[in-house]
């Protein structure tokens, strides 16, 4: 999978649109994200979020434009093979049930043939990585705490060493403080990582906090696309809203 | 003559008529599992599929098994050998709850589950062992239950057109007016559909213990 890390941006929204039964999702969204950066995207519930990152991992192709990864266009990629490159991390880690915390992690690069040294290696360097000890291995998902699946969610996604991880509302079921820590983690985490990451939430806290640059959806269309910075001072009226409702605590029942 | 009297005397027949209804029962059941959960599946992959097909099981299931065996008696093939005939009604009775039970198990595995399999690169195939089946396999073993169980049961009406099994003596107590006999083919048949459910429901229960590890 190495060959996914070349040159160029990893990920690359070009003019792209996404309509679905012939209800407009994705207006011309144009946008790219780097090897090493992490991009927020922020939105509402509906904003066309989740529609964005199927068009990423190829479950829904663009119907206009282009959505490039590493350089080419996913409706030219094997879906196997560009999910594969892609690691996928889901609210309370969408871990398989009936596997052990080491069959879940090691699912990817057990189906890709890897022996059984290489595997256990991996599964141990992983679990080290996101601060679980060895012997939550042979446990059950369900025999762990949320925050501890979530983890066991992230060590998944990076089992194969993908060159991009998306994180679609990854923290959103936990506790806030089990959430803070989750965020720091993470923080530390993308240091050493050097990965392409698409951050999907709708809470503008964890996007100032994780974000090299957030990006705004709302009604499919892309109103924003800056740093936390320059986030917090943009003048754009939607922009001014998200941060009000955020300091406001009356503003965010009104958002709700 | 008790019937105990009539079990210990006639053992050697008993036996035989056991092994014969095992034999019976046994094997239409697999039969019904080996066509019946590879059409659960297919439903669940071709859904305009799952309303003819679950509709024909059901059609057939609501045939008396009486009237069964007796349309198929001209059949070609089915017809010559009576055991044969028997298997493949049995058969056809097993077939509705597999068929229905694999749909179900599968239908209802928690779909972001399914999600996330396909984003991280399972194929369809990888998706099916690795995630849906496994998930499925407890509702599966419930409906292979309830056919071995139904199957047990319906054997015994086999006898009537010759196919063996307990049945004969419940057929042979009948025509003799002879309780003691009815209750050598009834009791070992009733004992047997109980075995059985009791053993699938055990593997049942232990693999919903898995499948609900949520």
Known sequence: MTDLASRGPAIEFDQASFRLNGRPILNEISLSVQPGETVVLLGRSGSGKTSALKLINGLQLPTSGEVRVNGRRTQDWDPIELRRGIGYVIQEGGLFPHYTIERNISLVPRIEGWDEKRVQDRVRELLAMVRLSDDVSSRYPSELSGGQRQRVGIARALAADPPILIMDEAFGALDPITRSEMQKEFLELRQRMRKAVIFVTHDLREALLVGDRIALLEEGRLIANLTPGEFEDSQNSIVRAYMEAFSDPAAVRRWA | ?214
């Not at chain 2, 298997?87 to 009775?93: E, N, T």
Request: proline share 5%; aromatic share 6%.
């Open chain 2, 1 to 214: 003559m008790t019937f105990w009297h009539f079990i210990v005397t006639n053992r050697a027949q008993v036996l035989d008529l056991t092994v014969e209804h095992i034999m019976l029962a046994g094997v239409a059941t697999l039969i019904a599992a080996i066509v019946g959960i590879p059409l659960g599946i297919l439903i669940t992959r071709v859904p305009r599929l799952s309303k003819p097909v679950l509709g024909s099981a059901n059609v057939i299931q609501t045939i008396p098994s009486l009237a069964l065996f007796g349309f198929l008696l001209p059949a070609p093939w089915l017809g010559e050998r009576a055991g044969r005939l028997a298997i493949f009604a049995l058969a056809l009775y097993g077939l509705l709850p597999l068929i229905r039970n694999t749909y179900t198990g599968i239908r209802t595995v928690d779909p972001t589950l399914l999600e996330a399999g396909r984003a991280m690169g399972l194929t369809d195939r990888q998706l099916l062992f690795q995630v849906e089946l496994p998930l499925a396999s407890g509702v599966i073993i419930a409906g292979l239950r309830i056919a071995a169980v139904l199957s047990i049961g319906v054997a015994t009406i086999a006898a009537a057109i010759g196919a063996g099994g307990l049945g004969e003596f419940i057929f042979r107590g009948l025509a003799m007016v002879n309780n003691q006999v009815i209750l050598a083919g009834a009791i070992p048949a009733a004992l047997l559909a109980l075995a059985v459910d009791t053993l699938l429901g055990l593997l049942e229960r232990r693999l919903n213990a898995v499948g609900m590890r949520s």
